[in-house]
């Protein structure tokens, strides 16, 4: 049963595959922030070993209640110190694989919900 309409106003993945997203129908071959109020930024990561603890005070300016963190083809967890910047805001974080971010990222914004997400593209051997 559909309790309220889907949102169509708000920023949504269309697509995804191994090195890319597509955006509101614009592919996007590198690491990229987005979020359901418009917000598209680069990300300046390429691989999950190029994190580091700046990566995470950026989305901690976002203005979100939720980030969705999209680790890449796998899933790997961020170091629990460079979390501190995102817990001091109180903006939730959940971390999966780029794939299950993209989804998740839709239904909330969906949703009608304060959501980002950080997509880690890596490129394609």
């Known amino acids: ?3 309220q309409p889907d949102r169509s106003d708000v920023q949504s ?4 595959g191994p090195g890319w997203v597509g955006v509101n129908g614009q592919k996007i071959a590198h690491s990229v922030i987005i979020s359901s109020k418009g917000e ?3 990300w300046p990561a390429s691989r999950f070993e190029d994190l580091a603890h700046g990566h995470f005070e950026q989305l901690a300016l976002l203005d979100c ?11 790997r ?4 110190a460079w979390l501190k910047p995102l817990i ?10 780029t794939a299950a971010a993209c989804r998740t990222y839709n239904i909330l914004a ?4 304060s959501v980002a ?3 880690l593209l890596e490129p394609v051997a």
């Open 117 to 119: 997400a950080a997509l």
């Open 40 to 42: 598209r930024i680069g």
């Open 88 to 97: 001091a805001r109180r903006i939730g974080i959940e971390t999966m694989d």
């Open 1 to 3: 049963m559909k309790l």
């Open 110 to 113: 969906q949703e009608g919900r």
């Open 65 to 75: 209640e939720v980030l969705i963190f999209g680790s890449g083809s796998r899933l």
């Open 77 to 80: 967890f961020p170091q629990a």
């Open 13 to 16: 993945i269309s697509g995804y």
